[in-house]
């Protein structure tokens, strides 16, 4: 069922030419291991499992849907993502926190003199906010357990909070030290401040923090949004400087150098970390642009600002990209190969093809209408936590909002479950906004599934995403798993409506690529 809304009263579409074919049964919830056919990849997220939807899509009232290729011969099938629960993740950063305490309680000496009260302070600050910088590195080393498991957007969120205690900390080390070594020496600041100095490794520590300083001014928002991209990132890459310099003040000080099995352990878990956002973040996408010789295929105009681009390559299936996840694109041309962009899969991976769909919104989104073919890619990835896995229910509601359609336009497509079991709802301010319609009509006709676009102004008199409208157009809403992808005002707007209707916030899946 497909239909259109732009007020209360929801009118049906016109009749939609009769498909060719009849659509194959789709696997009911939760589906019975089937035989005969080995599948490419395995599945997502089991039980579930889904035969692929038929090969040709019917015409639409808006002209010819797109043809599926022919299936490119089976390659090498990858092996299916490791993920680490978000659960786990936060319950070992906790328990490194506790260690770390339990390490400054065991040295600490207990006494009353205000100089040893400052010291002590400054010992498990300083501590505390060496981990915090080691976990702050290891949040944005996009390993994939993690990445795949917690999702990038809630990462960076992590690390933005993550950030403020860790330079907090770091702030209070540096004037409990200075407050401890001026009350020991009886000596005012100044002076103290300058004999501080004088050791070599305090002062790697100052320029450090200097430079974590730096990266916490230029992360706060009023700051960020006057800044390029380019230069953001710059002042980010000196926070690896800055941790390095402070490893090296860590090594000197007491709390670490006290004994050769806490330095062989505080070292060992620096050396983890730089090894993993060595492998990741520069070995791995390396070795991935050698291997796959990624290259712009074609790029197709969707509608007003909005292109798909299609990028080709050598055993692209072997990435094991999941419907719902995103890469970091750097497309090697004048303008954009000093960015890496995200933008998620607007399409099942197929025959070595992977296609993203982009609106222009900015520099950068505007030059991407103007890559030619053969144009060379470089794509770390794939990235994110919104797929299948997440799901818990038999029903799905996939609710999207203006280019937000583009991960959950490749989830409609594969997403496990028979008539009415999946229900796309589409916000957009009108009908030449809605991009890729073509397709998700096909899709929801081939795969008997309830397809809604809701348009109209967002300040209009009447709210499609009210808790009513919701509960009107899905009668069991809160039976339902719910995928989210909009701007970020109308995903939070969806999420207080949905929380309102009755769908628990565990079952609301939602990320934001703006924060990737």
Known sequence: MTTEASHPLYVPLAPLAAPRAPAPPLAAFPAAPQAPAAPRRPPAAPPFTAPQPSAVFPDGPNGPAPRRPPAAPPGPVPLPALRLAPERLRGGIVAGAGAVGLLWGLQARPSARLDVLFASGAHLTGLLGGYGVLVLLLLMARVPAVEHGVGADRLARWHALGGRYALGLVAAHAVLALCGHAVHTRADLVAATGDLLSYGAIAAATAGTALFAAVGITSARSVRRRLRHETWRAVHLGALLAAALGFVHQLAGPDVAGGPLTRWLWSLAHAVVAVLLVWYRLVVPARAALRHDLRVAEVRDEGPGVVSVLVRGRGVEQLGAEPGQFFRWRFLRRG?????????????????????????????????????????????????????????????????????????????????????????????????????????????????????????????????????????????????????????????AATASLRRAGVPASRIHSEDFAHA
């Open 336 to 492: 954009l190969w000093a960015t890496a962009l995200p933008f998620s899969l607007s399409a099942p991976v197929r025959d070595d093809t992977l296609r993203i769909t982009v609106k222009a919104l900015g520099d950068h989104t505007r030059r991407v209408r103007r890559l030619r073919p053969g144009t060379r890619v470089l794509a770390s990835g794939p990235f994110g936590a919104l797929t299948a896995h997440r799901r818990t229910r038999r029903k799905v509601l996939l609710l999207a909002g203006g280019v937000g359609i583009t991960p959950l336009r490749a989830l409609f497509e594969t997403l496990p479950g028979g008539p009415g079991d999946v229900t796309l709802l589409y916000r957009a301010p009108d009908a030449s906004a809605v991009v890729l319609r073509g397709e998700l009509e096909a899709i929801a006709r081939e795969r008997r599934a309830a397809l809604h676009f809701l348009l109209g102004p967002s300040d209009g008199s009447f709210d499609p995403l009210a808790p009513r409208a919701l509960r009107h157009l899905v009668p069991d809403l809160a039976a339902h798993d719910v995928y989210l992808c909009g701007p970020p005002a109308m995903a939070r």
